[in-house]
Structure formats: structure tokens, C-alpha cells
């Protein structure tokens, strides 16, 4: 059965930072796409970053370009979210994403296994 479990989440104050994690078991990490999204109360789930299966390519939502960056190890089966600038409108769950190939996409419907999330909120 495969697992995905994020950590790392928290309060931090607007302009602070946090480094999300994602662990993967149960089945081989590095051949497959991987992504974060996120989810804000009263609205849709969205991209945030995605990252292929080899590490490239990677690309962002226009909204946190510059300020986080996504990366892997895949010796270790994890992913990473580096956020550093936070902004109280990066308030959400945050859900690490498991694509069935080597690619990712933006939409949270062709996701095939997620994490249970990890909350981060920024304070003002």
C-alpha cells in the first residue's frame, strides 16, 4: 500500500519560512512524478509545484515563483517544499502528490496517490 506523509507544516509570521516534507513507502519513488498542491478554506485545491520523476523539468504557480522551491532525493523516497517569503495568502493544507508516470500535471484529478496534508499558516 502506498504512503504518502507530509510534515513540517505550522504558524510562522508573514516574510518567515518552512521546509514541507513528503515521505513515500510502499512502492518505488523515483520513477514517478511528484507535485504539491494546496487547498485554502472555501476554495479549490491547486497547483502550488511540480517536479519530474528525474528532477527536471519543475515549474510553479505564478504566485510563489522566486519564493519556493520544490526538490527530491530520491535515494531517500522525499520530496521537499522550501518556503521562505510566506505571505498570509499561502494560508492552506498543503498535500504532497503522486502522479501514475513520469510527468506531472496541474490538475489535482489526474493525481493518483496523496498525502493527508500538513497545515501552514502565516500570520500578519
Same mark, same amino acid.
Given at each position: 500500500?502506498?504512503?504518502?506523509? /507530509? ?6 509570521? &508573514? ?10 513507502s510502499g512502492r518505488i519513488f523515483s520513477?514517478?512524478?511528484? &507535485?504539491?498542491f494546496r487547498q485554502a478554506p472555501g =476554495? /479549490? ?10 528532477? *527536471?523539468?519543475? *515549474? %510553479?504557480?505564478?504566485?510563489? =515563483?522566486? #519564493?519556493?522551491?520544490?526538490? #527530491?532525493?530520491?535515494? =531517500? ?7 521562505? *517569503?510566506?505571505k498570509p495568502e499561502d494560508t492552506a493544507? %498543503?498535500?504532497? &502528490? ?7 500535471? #496541474?490538475?489535482? !484529478? ?13 500570520? !500578519?
Amino acid at each position: 500500500q502506498v504512503q504518502l506523509v /507530509e510534515s513540517g507544516g505550522g504558524l510562522v509570521q &508573514a516574510g518567515g519560512s518552512l521546509r514541507l516534507s513528503c515521505v513515500v513507502s510502499g512502492r518505488i519513488f523515483s520513477d514517478r512524478a511528484m &507535485a504539491w498542491f494546496r487547498q485554502a478554506p472555501g =476554495k /479549490e485545491r491547486e497547483f502550488v509545484a511540480g517536479i519530474t520523476w528525474s528532477g *527536471s523539468p519543475i *515549474s %510553479y504557480v505564478d504566485s510563489v =515563483k522566486d #519564493r519556493f522551491t520544490i526538490s #527530491r532525493d530520491n535515494a =531517500k523516497n522525499t520530496m521537499f517544499l522550501q518556503m521562505n *517569503s510566506l505571505k498570509p495568502e499561502d494560508t492552506a493544507v %498543503y498535500f504532497c &502528490a503522486q502522479f501514475p508516470g513520469t510527468g506531472y500535471f #496541474r490538475s489535482y !484529478s489526474t493525481v493518483q496517490y496523496w498525502g493527508q496534508g500538513t497545515q501552514v499558516t502565516v500570520s !500578519s
